[in-house]
């Protein structure tokens, strides 16, 4: 069984508050009995952009579990690349798309960002990289497809606006590889599962603040985020059967 931690939303910018949270769930997965087998780090990891706040990133995750990090729409893909990214395949001033085989399992991180705008998109060359990639993996190799933005509506009206946008050359791929297992995304900073094209799609919750939805009370000023809720994250199980199970975890 492959135990992935799926991380998203670390929204790190040098204030004590959101550094705690990402150490409270680093100090929780250094407790299990059982270690994690990959760290996964769905976007939106700091918002200063600096090479020194991705190192810092990488060093508090620095461990036995490889880090899979890819950027959301609050990153810098060039701070990002120099500082995580080393030996990836990415290219300078392009989109991070990347792949790594962990335990078996193919690991297909798609950059969904458009620079300077908040909603994702994924490019025909985007998805010609995309098929590539699973044209070359091994026969029979499970995969899971990675990005930060959700390619489906999740329910508010302002995340939904700036999720994947013209995402049927994404669906007709996924479609044509049944190997494909799930896809598993960030952004919405709450914790969700729906279906896209035919497969589960797992959505992170948010490490540091959690989306309200439309019917709930806010507790605080900001106008969709609980900015003073507890860390989140998911834990993703998959099995020999490749069936995948997904549990999510808030740490007070």
Same mark, same amino acid.
Do not use: C
């Given at each position: 069984?492959?135990?992935?931690? &799926?991380?998203?939303?670390?929204?790190?910018?040098?204030?004590?508050?959101?550094?705690?949270?990402?150490?409270?769930?680093?100090?929780?997965?250094?407790?299990?009995?059982?270690?994690?087998?990959?760290?996964?780090?769905?976007?939106?990891?700091?918002?200063? !952009?600096?090479?020194?706040?991705?190192?810092?990133?990488?060093?508090?995750?620095?461990?036995?579990?490889?880090?899979?990090?890819?950027?959301?729409?609050?990153?810098?893909?060039?701070?990002?690349?120099?500082?995580?990214?080393?030996?990836?395949?990415?290219?300078? !001033?392009?989109?991070?798309?990347?792949?790594?085989?962990?335990?078996?399992?193919?690991?297909?991180?798609?950059?969904?960002?458009?620079?300077?705008?908040?909603?994702?998109?994924?490019?025909?060359?985007?998805?010609?990289?995309?098929?590539?990639?699973?044209?070359?993996?091994?026969?029979?190799?499970?995969?899971?497809?990675?990005? &930060?933005?959700?390619?489906?509506?999740?329910?508010?009206?302002?995340?939904?606006?700036?999720?994947?946008?013209?995402?049927?050359?994404?669906?007709?791929?996924?479609?044509?590889?049944?190997?494909?297992?799930?896809?598993?995304?960030? &952004?919405?900073?709450?914790?969700?599962?729906?279906?896209?094209?035919?497969?589960?799609?797992?959505?992170?919750?948010?490490?540091?603040?959690?989306?309200?939805?439309?019917?709930?009370?806010?507790?605080?000023? &900001?106008?969709?985020?609980?900015?003073?809720?507890?860390? !989140?994250?998911?834990?993703?199980?998959?099995?020999?059967?490749?069936?995948?199970?997904?549990?999510?975890?808030?740490?007070?």
């Amino acid at each position: 069984m492959l135990v992935i931690a &799926h991380l998203s939303d670390l929204h790190l910018d040098g204030t004590e508050t959101r550094r705690r949270k990402a150490v409270r769930v680093k100090e929780y997965l250094d407790k299990l009995t059982r270690p994690v087998d990959v760290i996964l780090l769905s976007g939106d990891i700091v918002d200063d !952009g600096t090479e020194a706040g991705y190192a810092a990133v990488a060093e508090l995750f620095d461990g036995p579990a490889p880090v899979l990090a890819l950027p959301g729409n609050h990153d810098l893909r060039g701070p990002l690349s120099a500082s995580m990214l080393e030996g990836r395949g990415t290219v300078p !001033g392009k989109p991070l798309h990347w792949a790594e085989t962990v335990r078996g399992v193919l690991f297909v991180l798609l950059d969904t960002t458009v620079p300077g705008e908040d909603g994702g998109r994924l490019d025909a060359d985007g998805i010609a990289w995309l098929e590539g990639t699973l044209a070359d993996a091994a026969p029979g190799t499970p995969v899971l497809l990675v990005m &930060h933005h959700p390619p489906v509506v999740l329910g508010h009206p302002f995340v939904d606006s700036i999720r994947l946008a013209d995402s049927d050359g994404l669906a007709a791929t996924v479609r044509a590889h049944p190997e494909i297992v799930a896809l598993l995304a960030g &952004h919405a900073h709450t914790a969700a599962a729906a279906t896209f094209a035919g497969v589960p799609l797992l959505v992170a919750p948010g490490v540091s603040s959690t989306m309200l939805l439309p019917w709930e009370p806010n507790p605080g000023t &900001h106008p969709v985020l609980d900015l003073d809720a507890p860390p !989140g994250f998911a834990y993703h199980q998959l099995d020999d059967e490749n069936r995948l199970t997904t549990h999510f975890r808030l740490l007070p």
